[in-house]
Nanobody, 111 residues
Framework: QVQLVESGGGLVQPGGSLRLSCAAS????????LGWYRQRPGKQREWVATITSGGNTNYVDSVKGRFTASRDNAKNTGYLQMNSLKPEDTAVYYC?????WGQGTQVTVSS
């Protein structure tokens, strides 16, 4: 059974950075694509980024150049490095793999 646990969220000022982690258990992270999603207040959950098993990445246009998805297969953990954060990045962030979801981690960007 796949279990995903996100961490690393918090309160940060505009322009700041955070790194989210997604620790996987029950399956090897290396064999599957890992997706990152977010749900902003009052909005539907939206796709943010994907890193494939081969390490290729794709991003929604609004985060390109600011967010970077990566993975450490030895630690069975994926990461989302978020730089130059904006208030509109405020959301609960989730990781997803093989249709399994983590519990989410809150990111709040505010001065």
């Amino acid at each position: 059974q796949v279990q995903l646990v996100e961490s690393g969220g918090g309160l940060v000022q505009p322009g700041g950075s955070l790194r989210l982690s997604c620790a996987a258990s029950g399956v090897s992270l290396s064999g599957y694509p890992l997706g990152w999603y977010r749900q902003r207040p009052g909005k539907q959950r939206e796709w943010v980024a994907t890193i494939t098993s081969g390490g290729n990445t794709n991003y929604v246009d609004s985060v390109k150049g600011r967010f970077t998805a990566s993975r450490d297969n030895a630690k069975n953990t994926g990461y989302l490095q978020m730089n130059s954060l904006k208030p509109e990045d405020t959301a609960v962030y989730y990781c997803e793999m093989i249709d399994s979801w983590g519990q989410g981690t809150q990111v709040t960007v505010s001065s």
